[in-house]
């Protein structure tokens, strides 16, 4: 088993930043790619970014592309996304996930673990 728990997330207004982490715990050498997700009230959950964890390969969905950037510390065994340019559209509770596929991949359904999520708002 892997246990995820995110942290970072809160209140700031459009044009602001955040940075959220997720720290990995457990049987980590399993994981192989980290995922970044979003659920916004009465929405699906949506795809953000994902890292490949030892390739550092990374993917954006192209609504945060530019403005957001996904990174990990493998010592720390912690991925984190630096949101910028926060937008009211971006108000959401944040999921980290990981998943033992290889490939950076959008499908929620894929990953294996999850976090309990944290909530962020950008006020207009």
């Known amino acids: 088993q892997v246990q995820l728990v995110e942290s970072g997330g809160g209140l700031v207004q459009a044009g602001g930043s955040l940075r959220l982490s997720c720290a990995a715990s457990?049987?980590?050498?399993?994981?192989?790619?980290m995922g970044w997700f979003r659920q916004a009230p009465g929405a699906e959950r949506e795809f953000v970014a994902g890292?490949?964890?030892?390739?550092?390969?990374?993917d954006y969905a192209d609504s945060v592309k530019g403005r957001f950037s996904i990174s990990r510390d493998n010592a720390k065994n912690t991925v984190y996304l630096q949101m910028n340019s926060l937008e009211p559209g971006d108000t959401a509770v944040y999921y980290c996930?990981?998943?033992?596929?290889?490939?950076?991949?959008?499908?929620?359904?894929?990953?294996?673990?999850w976090g309990q999520g944290t909530q962020v708002t950008v006020s207009s």
């Open positions: 890292i490949g964890w030892k390739t550092g390969k990374t």
């Open positions: 996930a990981a998943t033992r596929n290889w490939f950076v991949i959008r499908s929620s359904s894929l990953y294996d673990y």
């Open positions: 457990g049987r980590t050498q399993s994981v192989n790619t």
